[in-house]
């Protein structure tokens, strides 16, 4: 069985560190506060509120810093004769096939951090769905480009 | 895009097309003045539903005096705007057919113009409510995949304006000399079918609704006085409550479906299919065989007990129009169970597959783990809901009975799952208590994944998911390695898929026309062989990760 080779641009990892870290310092620090206040007066006790704060807490460190180098390790893609095949997912597994010929178009996408590292996203439209059905997260722009370049040609029937 | 046509006949299509564009331009037409009247309601109800949380809290919120003056007014100015919508779409409607593609204009200070390409049609639906039948007029409402969908603009047009409008959209796609002929229907509902359907459906939901509403009128109520009423509660008056609460809903179901449904018929004619029905509003739907991509059989247990299940059929279209969300095109509410393969057959004949006939796959053996422990999930949720809900009494214990009773039920559901990948289609069948059959057209396929809880990758489990324009098959769980297989046979489809398709091949493309052999995976495969390849291989590729050095 064909195993998909090509993996993401290695900086993706410290992306997805920083924008995460950000990400937890502008909503999770708030919310984290709250937590705390609402559980201590629900259950009357502030060691059990630090507990389950500290939980989550350090759920989203978890998620902010570990976590990415295993995403990164466990993202394959590649582009066969008549499909695109993704394979993503630490905990839970998806291997997904979409096959050439129904792609609609293909974006892609920066925000401005991604910009910062020169990351890019690739984002696949077939007639399923009005989200996309099939995303490459991390990309260098070059190849987030060639690929991009290189899907629409191939695309358009949806068979519909 | 243009739909796939063979590489002999698009010299035909291409010229086709250029002696339509010659034609000359055909006029604008428009509504009848009678519009005016009858939209005028559904134009209220419109406007109502677009400032409705303006509206609520303008009434109900608490003001001094002259205020009423203030109400009135907003009330008359709403009447007034939607008068204005009546009036202006009446005015500004404009519609025509030129080359292949119905052109339609509406709106005042924001003109709008959409373009339906008639090969994108998924289907037509002519609509008539008692206010349309005084005038002979009708409305014809026209979906197709995507956005470009028509619901409520061709709202009052005269029937044979309306038939050869219908007409005329068909012929552009098949180019065939259509006579009208009157074809005996396949399947009527009578009223008896009708009134059981109502009732066979899904009534938890609204039992649900009212205990809560209930509850929060309790919580409203002051303490002493809820005390009152909660000692006068005991059980017998709470069964009377929850029997009363069931047969006001199955009256209340009975009576929609009736006024939905009742009169249902079902022709073929001409490769479309067409349902007709409804008691003041009559709706009639119609699907060409070949944009029909996924048909569901729903047979709730109730159902299945008096012998009849509902079929859904579905084309591309189905999804999100005008913040409503599309069930279906076509809904069959009542079929015989020995007509299921009947009307498979006709509805969609491409897919060759009829799973009453044929036995399908069984699930992954192990998956009856999986089963069981979502079923024990939902129910400890569900009982210790219900014990918290009725704590104050001595049995609401009892309501933890539904544990054990979920067990039983969780391995009838993994017993009934059944799946099968034919060279045509794609079939998935699960559950007991509300049993599911799909059957997708292979050739609509989009794309396909491959799913693994960390549970079903301990056990070696997968699942397969099709997506399709619209809706998504799930396959029952089944064995990983086997799974994979599956994924690579697609694969090797599309291959030939691409090659029967009208995509131009480019010079750097290998001219692959050998037809590459897809075996029909259906057959060959027996029970011995599924065990056997799944306790070799587990998981996705996780060893095969683990070989790679270096981490970054």
Redesign the interface.
């Known amino acids: 069985?064909?195993?998909p080779d090509s993996r993401l641009d290695?900086n993706v990892?410290f992306l997805w560190r920083v924008s995460r870290t950000i990400r937890f310092a502008v909503f999770g620090i708030p919310f984290a506060i709250v937590l705390f206040t609402g559980l201590s007066f629900f259950f009357q006790n502030w060691i059990l509120a630090v507990i389950l704060t500290g939980f989550f807490v350090s759920y989203q460190l978890l998620l902010a810093w570990v976590w990415p180098?295993l995403e990164?390790?466990?993202f394959?893609y590649a582009i066969?004769?008549?499909?695109l095949l993704v394979?993503q997912?630490v905990?839970?597994?998806?291997?997904?096939?979409?096959?050439?010929?129904?792609i609609q178009h293909v974006d892609t996408r920066q925000g401005p951090l991604e910009r910062l590292v020169g990351i890019a996203r690739l984002q696949l439209y077939?007639?399923?769905?009005?989200n996309a059905?099939?995303s490459i997260p991390g990309l260098a722009e070059e190849d987030a480009e060639r690929l991009r370049d290189e899907l629409s040609?191939?695309g358009?029937?949806?068979?519909? | 895009?243009e739909s796939?046509t063979l590489p002999e006949t698009q010299s035909f299509a291409d010229e086709l097309r250029r002696h339509q564009e010659q034609q000359p331009e055909n006029p604008w037409l428009g509504l009848h003045p009678a519009s005016l009247f009858i939209n005028l309601l559904p134009q209220t109800f419109q406007t109502l539903r677009g400032v409705w949380p303006i509206l609520l809290v303008f009434l109900f919120a608490d003001q001094g005096s002259g205020t009423e003056f203030f109400d009135l007014t907003l009330i008359l100015s709403f009447f007034a705007l939607a008068t204005g919508r009546t009036i202006s779409h009446f005015f500004t409607l404009r519609y025509r057919i030129q080359g292949e593609r119905l052109e339609l204009k509406h709106g005042l200070l924001f003109r709008q113009s959409r373009t339906l390409d008639a090969s994108?049609i998924?289907n037509i639906e002519i609509v008539q409510n008692p206010l349309h039948k005084l005038f002979g007029l009708v409305e014809l409402r026209i979906e197709t995949?995507g956005d470009a969908t028509l619901h409520g603009l061709l709202s009052a047009l005269h029937q044979e304006e309306a038939e050869r409008v219908r007409v005329s959209l068909k012929r552009m796609v098949k180019p065939t000399e259509e006579r009208k002929q009157e074809t005996e229907p396949l399947l009527k509902n009578s009223v008896l079918e009708i009134l059981l359907y109502g009732i066979t459906g899904r009534n938890v939901g609204t039992v649900v609704v009212v205990t809560a509403v209930g509850s929060e009128i309790f919580s409203l109520m002051n303490p002493t006085d809820a005390r009152e009423v909660a000692s006068l509660l005991d059980f017998q008056l709470l069964a009377g409550f929850f029997l009363l609460a069931f047969s006001g809903s199955w009256l209340w179901s009975a009576g929609r479906a009736l006024f939905r449904h009742a009169g249902f018929r079902l022709e073929l004619q001409a490769d479309n299919l067409r349902t007709t029905e409804g008691l003041l509003t009559r709706r009639s739907v119609e699907i060409p065989q070949n944009?029909v991509?996924l048909i569901e059989v729903s047979e709730p247990w109730t159902r299945r007990l008096l012998g009849f299940g509902t079929i859904f059929i579905e084309t591309?279209a189905f999804?999100?129009a005008d913040g409503n969300l599309r069930r279906a095109e076509g809904i069959i509410p009542m079929a015989e169970q020995d007509r299921f393969s009947e009307v498979i057959q006709v509805a969609a004949p491409q897919t060759q597959v009829d799973p009453w006939t044929q036995p399908l796959l069984p699930p992954h053996p192990r998956a009856l783990y999986r089963s069981i422990l979502r079923k024990l999930m939902r129910s400890i949720v569900v009982s210790s809901f219900l014990v918290w809900l009725l704590l104050p009494y001595s049995w609401a214990w009892g309501a933890l009975i539904i544990i054990p009773i979920s067990l039983p039920l969780a391995y009838l559901d993994w017993k009934w799952q059944g799946w099968l990948i034919t060279d045509q289609a794609i079939v998935s069948r699960r559950g007991y208590l509300l049993r599911q059959t799909w059957i997708l057209d292979r050739?609509?396929?989009?794309?396909?994944?491959?799913?693994?809880?960390?549970f079903m990758?301990w056990h070696g489990l997968a699942q397969i998911v099709i997506?399709?324009?619209?809706s998504?098959v799930v396959l029952p769980d089944i064995g990983i390695a086997r799974a994979?297989?599956e994924?690579?046979n697609?694969?090797q489809q599309?291959?030939t898929?691409?090659v029967e398709?009208?995509?131009p091949i480019?010079p750097d493309q290998p001219d692959t026309r050998e037809q590459l052999p897809v075996e029909a995976l259906g057959d060959e495969i027996t029970e011995d062989e599924i065990t056997e390849d799944e306790i070799t291989e587990d998981e996705?590729?996780e060893d095969?990760?683990t070989e790679?050095g270096t981490?970054?």
């Open positions: 069985m064909y195993e290695p990892t180098s990164y390790r466990y394959r066969r004769e008549h499909d394979q997912g905990l839970f597994r998806r291997l997904s096939s979409i096959p050439l010929h129904r077939t007639a399923a769905g009005m059905d099939g040609k191939r358009g029937d949806d068979g519909v | 895009m796939s994108r998924q995949a944009k991509q591309a999804g999100i050739n609509k396929i989009q794309s396909a994944h491959i799913y693994q809880s960390p990758r997506r399709a324009a619209g998504d994979k297989k994924l690579e697609f694969h599309w291959t898929q691409r398709s009208s995509a480019t996705i590729t095969e990760i790679d981490i970054h």
